[in-house]
Structures are given as C-alpha cells and as structure tokens.
C-alpha cells in the first residue's frame, strides 16, 4: 500500500495497525492508499490520488452503506478518531459513508499533524490501547458529539 509521505503515512499506518490488532486480523489485499485514477464519485475519493487517504477493506465496507460494523468495532473506531484529535476522519461520518476509508483531514505541514504524530509516537503501541478503559471511551464519546 502506498500513501504519501511523512505525518499522513505515519497516521495512517497507526490506524491500520490499530484495527489489525484491535477489530481484526488484515490481510493482503485489505488496504488501499494511493491511487493514480478514481472513478467518479464523492469528492473526498479524490483523496486516494494524493496518497492521504486509506480504505480498509473498501468492498466489505462499500460507499454510502452504513452499519458494517459491531458496536465494540465502533467504540475501537472512535477511540482511533478520538486519540488522533481529528487529524484523521472517517467515511462513516460522511454524509456519503463509505465506512472502510480514513483520511487526513489536515492540509500538509498543519500543526496539528505533527503534535498526533508526536502523541503516538513513543507511547503505547497497537494491540496494546485499551479502549474500552472508561477515560478513553468518555474522550471518544465527547469527540464524537463535536465532530459529527
């Protein structure tokens, strides 16, 4: 998978991880980044050609379709958004969903890119966050509310 360089690839690979660890086991074939072409559709697809822009298993979690994912999923999902301060946004928060794709939703060189790089970076590792400690779900609860 490729993705642009610097703070995008490093949170987007952190978002990757987490699910891997966190939701579920990805394989080859599961992740998307840069695409040199896009078909027709919502605007923030346009994202992929930049290489800022990820879909975890874009067919499983196909465009406009809501619900692919498990309540627990869903907590895992906003503790991610949530611990990354709204560097990174997700489709199922679009008024088109397409629940498999995150994006950067800063523009290159912004502040706050580099200050979430610097929070993952050196501490706790994927696998190893637990989102469900009553901290980190009431900080994915509130970010939720203000970033819908």
């Known amino acids: 998978m490729q993705l642009a360089g610097g703070a995008a690839a490093l949170l987007l690979t952190y978002v990757a991880r987490r699910f891997h660890y966190e939701i579920d086991q990805l394989r080859a074939g599961d992740l998307t980044g840069f ?25 499983a979690y196909p465009s406009g379709v809501r619900g692919g994912f498990y309540p627990q999923e869903l907590v895992v999902i906003r503790d991610i958004l949530a611990e990354l301060a709204g560097t990174v946004a997700w489709g199922g928060d679009f008024d088109q ?11 290159p060189g912004h502040p706050s890119l580099d200050a979430a790089v610097r929070r993952i970076d050196g501490t706790a590792s994927a696998g190893t966050v637990d989102a469900f400690r009553p901290a980190g779900r009431t ?5 939720e509310r203000t970033n819908k």
């Open 35 to 59: 695409a040199a072409t896009v078909a027709a559709g919502p605007a923030y697809e346009s994202n992929y050609r930049s290489g800022t822009a990820l879909a975890i298993r874009p067919h």
């Open 97 to 107: 969903p397409k629940e498999s794709h995150f994006e950067i939703a800063y523009q």
């Open 139 to 143: 900080r994915a609860k509130q970010f």
